[in-house]
Every structure is written in C-alpha cells, then in structure tokens.
C-alpha cells in the first residue's frame, strides 16, 4: 500500500517549491496532482511541465493525476505530460473540486462516456479510476463498471464521501474487489468537510 498526499495546481495559493520540500521532508515519496481547470494545450504543457520539474527537485514523484470528470479525454493527455500511469477522473461534487457540474446525469450517461475513455486509457497504458457520484449506488457501480469494454475501470472510493452516503464500510464490502484508489478524509456525516482521518464520524477501525 502506497500513500500519497493529494496537491493542486489549481486555485489562489500555487505550491512552490519550499511547499513541496516540506510535503517530501514530511515522508511522502509521490503526489498525487488535482487538475480543475485546463487552458490551450501549449499552456498546459508549460505549466505541467514546470511543475514536474519542481517535484522532482524535492525529490517527489507524481504518482497519479486527479482531474474533473468534466476534461475528459484531455485528462488523459495530462498524464502523458506529466509522465505518470494512473488518472482518476472526478464525476462527484466535491469540495475539493467545485461543484463539478459536468458530471454524469446517471449510471447510463456514466458508462456510455466511460466506454471512449476507457479505450483510450488502455492504448495509453494507463490506469483508469473514476469516483462516481456518490448518488450512485454502489450496486448501481458495480453494474456499469461490469458493463464497459475497451478496458478495464477502476473505483476511486472516497470515504468522506461514502460516509456521508451510507457508509464507508458498507461501501467497501461492496466494492472491494473494484477499488484502485481511495481518498481519505473524514466529517461528521452532514458535510464535505475534509477532515483529517479520526476527526469525524467515519468508523476508521471497520474502515481500514
């Protein structure tokens, strides 16, 4: 099991490098880099660029790129930028992520977008995962996710998220066998509050 620490490259305050110096002095090896927004691909290319180059002066790798559902197949070539294997596309309104208003109306609209970016994904030699909205079932996920070709679609399980859906435990006894990554945080069950891990409500030992 490999942890990561979840960074933007988006929003008012930019990390630098005396940010990322501290994420590595802190134990973390690999990142995990948050895209909201994307501009003309020359830009991106810039942007993402310098920024992989800033990590690795901090002796960080980028592990995997998490990007808004609504980027779609440019989510992809935003890996390729950066070098990494795995995106994870963000169907779900987050507080990390806005509102994310592009997201998949229901489990049909999900797997008919997924099926293209799943090809995709597999011809680039990446690892795909999606964190649905949490709307969504986890039946209703596992049966879309059984129901795409042209590649194989993993579960991003975010257990904030799951724990104000139901549960975190009861989501991963059902998705267990689909789930590629997790994001952890916590809340006290009524709002998206990204509280650190034993600051809420979820049941962490059942979790874990």
């Not at 990390?15 to 134990?27: F, N, Q, V």
């Not at 996710?145 to 993993?154: A, S």
Request: proline share 5%.
């Amino acid at each position: 099991m490999q942890f990561e620490l979840s960074t933007t490259i988006d929003g008012a305050a930019r990390l630098a490098g005396p940010e990322l110096e501290r994420i590595a002095l802190s134990g973390f090896a690999t990142i995990d880099l948050s895209v909201h927004s994307i501009g003309a691909e020359s830009a991106d290319t810039q942007r993402l660029e310098a920024f992989r180059q800033l990590a690795a002066a901090s002796r960080l790798q980028i592990g995997g790129i998490s990007a808004m559902w609504s980027l779609g197949s440019r989510a992809l070539d935003l890996a390729d930028i950066v070098g990494t294997k795995r995106i994870t596309l963000i169907a779900d309104a987050c507080r990390a992520h806005g509102s994310n208003s592009g997201g998949p109306a229901d489990p049909a609209a999900a797997a008919r977008a997924l099926e293209p970016l799943a090809v995709g994904a597999s011809r680039r030699g990446l690892a795909l995962a999606v964190e649905f909205p949490r709307k969504f079932s986890p039946e209703a996920i596992v049966d879309l996710i059984d129901g795409v070709d042209g590649g194989p679609v993993g579960v991003c399980l975010d257990v904030g998220h799951a724990n104000l859906a139901g549960g975190a435990p009861e989501a991963i006894e059902l998705l267990s066998g689909y789930v590629t990554i997790v994001h952890l945080h916590d809340n006290q069950g009524r709002e998206d509050s990204h509280r650190p891990p034993y600051a809420g409500s979820v049941d962490w030992p059942l979790t874990l």
